[in-house]
């Protein structure tokens, strides 16, 4: 993307266009130093998101009490729910990008700039197991802020039924059906065919025990692929991309991100802290049926890239595991 000088400013600005300036200065002011000045934006795009939304990364310079430094930043055109749940949510000290938009009302996608999470976190030499322990306490925070809270967040849209059946019907349906008519597929998945079409024939039965359990309501990402997780700095979880956010079950959020016992078991820590547990039965039940809901949802995209992709090959049996039960 091409840089170009507004001298028309009356100062060194180098910056992509004006709408772009005023966004990153306006989020610069109200997140890093109300006194700072852009001085600088180089602007380079991200590519698509899952949404086909096109992010764009921008290195900006600032200067505040005679000081220069550099801040990156991220901006793309976010629905209002997404808007409105990312101030909800940062508001209540949730690890969530800060963000700033101008189209705060607008029902329409609105340019919004974006805490660029990631930018000073080196993938290479990370605690992981750490950082799934850190990410039970993240994920349990935005939980519990919100649990039960239907009536105060009547705005966003519930993980219902109509949902459920679109994700499987809509997303997971056509792409194994062409997914069955591949050999190779065949050849290296095969043994999954008919146990993973057995859940699917009982799933939209099934899920109606999670999504109508009253005990497990609260706001969900609804979303959280690997790609929807970020680290910052090397120490902390932080949640991206909250477009599918609903009100719904606690139990369409684990199962993605809760494989183990020992993240399961702090979890459950984490919430038991405020007075919210669940009887094993009922745990194991709920979490059982969402994993295979999801296993399900999420093999979609995999079905189509296993063969020339090998992470997505390696994604794809993990959903094929989540959904039987392996």
Known sequence: MGLKKLNDLGENVTIVNNNILKLVQRTVREYINPKAEVLSIESNSMGLGFQAVELNRHSVIIQADYKTSRVSLVSKQATRLERQVLRALYAQRANVPYSYSDGAESEERSLVCLQDVDA?????????????????????????????????????????????????????????????????FIDVFGDYILSVEAAANTILEDIQQVIHDETSQTLIHNDLNPGNVLVHNNADVYFIDWEETRYGSIFLDIPLRFRTSEQLEEYKRQLAVSNIEFPINQFSQLYAIASRYLGLRYMSWNLGAWTSDSRAKDDLRKYLDMVTGA
């Open 120 to 184: 000073q976190t080196d993938y290479g030499s990370l605690d992981i197991h750490s950082l799934q322990l850190s990410e039970t306490k993240t994920l349990s925070h935005i939980h519990l802020t919100n649990f039960g809270q239907k009536k105060e967040l009547s705005w966003l849209p519930e993980a219902d039924s109509l949902h459920i059946e679109k994700m499987i019907l809509e997303r997971w349906k056509p792409q194994w059906q062409k997914a069955k008519e591949n050999e190779q």
